[in-house]
């Protein structure tokens, strides 16, 4: 059974990097279009366990979300119009909000939160009242950028709409137009599940996009700290050495692992 929102997450990083894709992969990145995601309530109701600074970020990334996305005007009237018409006990009603504030930058593709919409459902004597939540995505990345959002979204913004309504919350839904997984984001994931462990399940799912797991992790580990200048790898390099330092990976074992699957596909194409 699912006990939190990061387990949920865990989940669909493991299902996209298990199930083999329709379309080639972009460089090393495997892109799945039209994906739903369901979190029950109650699943998003017990927390969550992720941090800024375990996905890389410096800090401010919560300011910068709200930049983008937090429109004071438009919230507080979508929360307005969802109070009032729960206070007037309406059979049902759906509020939405456009997902955009601030500007993005020149190369920005465009926001990658479209929209929220809450609809909620009275009940009767035999049905408590219900809420479901769905997120419309154009585009998000699912480890490093999608957990952000994810933490934005459950320590902000829901609770900011529900409020006590909360309890009523039956199921939040994601709707994504693209979604990808990148290898490279790797170590954001190894702070709650074991890299060899994943790295089996990948194998037994989807071989190939194994090959690239291997070799994204197999690099940390082949150096010290400081030794990577692009930003973002140098980041997830600096989570992995702190994971190994704080005993959550452990290198020597994971460098035989790695170096052993490694050996036998060399031997497979012999």
């Known amino acids: ?39 029950p309530g109650e699943v998003w ?17 919560m300011r910068q979300l709200k930049r983008n996305y937090w429109n004071p ?27 955009q504030y601030g500007a993005k930058s020149a190369r920005s593709q465009g926001f990658c939160m479209q929209s929220v919409v809450i609809t909620y459902f009275k ?7 219900e809420i479901t939540v769905d997120m419309m995505y154009r585009s998000t990345e699912v480890i490093q950028k999608f957990s952000a959002d994810l933490l934005f979204l459950h320590q902000e913004l829901l609770p900011y ?7 009523y919350l039956k199921e939040v ?8 997984l990148s290898p490279l984001f790797l170590p954001v994931l190894y702070n709650f599940l074991d890299p060899i462990i994943f790295l089996k399940m990948v194998k037994e799912g989807d071989p190939t996009f194994q090959y690239k797991t291997l070799f994204r992790t197999k690099s940390p580990l ?29 290198r020597l074992s994971l460098g035989n692992y790695i170096e052993k699957e490694l050996k036998e596909r060399a031997g497979t194409k012999k």
């Open 123 to 129: 009940g009767n004597t035999q049905r408590p009242p």
């Open 45 to 61: 109701r017990a927390g969550h366990r992720f941090t800024f600074e375990s996905m890389g970020y410096q800090g401010g990334k």
């Open 161 to 167: 709409l529900l409020g006590d309504h909360m309890v």
């Open 1 to 39: 059974m699912i006990k939190d929102l990061t387990e949920a997450w865990m989940g669909l990083v493991v299902e996209m990097a298990y199930t083999p894709s329709s379309r080639p992969f972009i460089q090393e990145r495997k892109v799945s279009q039209a994906k739903t995601w369901v979190i």
């Open 222 to 250: 082949e150096h010290e700290a400081g030794y990577f200048s692009f930003r973002t790898r140098n980041a997830m390099h600096n989570i992995f050495l702190q994971l190994i330092d704080q005993g959550k990976v452990n």
């Open 173 to 180: 839904r994601f709707y994504f137009c693209n979604i990808f």
């Open 73 to 99: 005007e438009v919230l507080a009237a979508t929360k307005e119009k969802l109070d009032s018409r729960i206070a007037e006990k309406k059979d049902v009603t759906s509020v939405s909000a456009i997902m």
